[in-house]
């Protein structure tokens, strides 16, 4: 798709791409017609490369801007990938990083005996200026069993709420089939201020929880999946000052290009879409997304975003 520039690199970035039994495009798509109000992607994960060439950070962002895409937050999932998400977002003005052991990744570190030592690492890089958020973190019992890798997701979870807290971040949350128990340790803790369901996966009744709770709903490519109505309908009841955007990135990428390489260019697809769910124009939608991003994260800008946790004592 394009020619590779010359780019900061790091030895930690991993393929996305495993031996499945069946044959994917691995083609990048094509640029979607540029956004004319800049908006931003909330959740992405630059370290993981795909497709037939995967993108480098600096070509993620040169087509992202080509399209309207103002920044991105890339996001970590264990001690290793987010130390990566902290780097990478000190190499470029428009990328912020978010760190967190994922659920998934909790129970092993509890069995290594290194869960405690791990949320020390992840508490210590939250300092970083560049660092915008705790995540991915929550619960997932998608694939978990047995009482002792439940109990370390919870232990994880309340222990990374708890970072949120005390360093004044928002917290992105991985929420698989366990949206009841997400619900009940938020409201047994205490709920961060900002409190994200990245790549959303509820339903209505989800929605309306949120929705009074004052919690973010991220919504990603799949929201534009044929079987996905249940998030169709939580996106038409979640306040549109409670609404973001995210690709997921190398996943979910958005219908007409499900299967296909995703990166943070293509969040216009799946803005289109979910505007024309909503009846809402295109440009007051993009514009709304970009405000709550902002009002969430803070600013992209180096010398803004000094400034913005200077007065905010965000990230102390």
Partial sequence: MAEHAADHTHPTRRAATAETGHRRDLNYPDLPEPLRIPCYDNHTHLEIEDGEQGLTIDEHVRLAESVGIAGAITVGGDVSSSRWQVWAANQSPKLLAAVAIHPNEAPHFAAAGELDAGIAAIDELAADARVAAIGETGLDFFRTEG????????????????????RGLPVQIHDREAHDEV?????????????VFHCFSGDESLG???????????????????NAQNLRDALKVVPLERILVETDAPFLTPVPFRGRPNAPYLIPVTLRFMAAELG?????????????TLELYGPFDPEQRAAWQHDTKRGS
């Avoid at 009482?147 to 005390?166: L, M, T, V």
């Avoid at 619900?183 to 409190?195: D, F, H, I, M, S």
């Avoid at 949120?210 to 999946?225: I, M």
């Fill in 183 to 195: 619900v009940a340790t938020l409201r047994r803790v205490g709920a961060p201020e900002g409190t």
């Fill in 280 to 292: 809402i124009d295109e440009d007051e939608f993009a514009a709304q997304i970009a405000k709550n």
């Fill in 208 to 226: 309306r929880i949120a929705a009074d709770e004052g919690w973010y709903c991220s919504f990603a490519g799949n929201v534009t999946f044929k």
């Fill in 147 to 166: 009482d002792g890798p439940i109990a370390a997701q919870y232990e994880s979870f309340e222990a990374h709420i708890d970072i949120a807290k005390r």
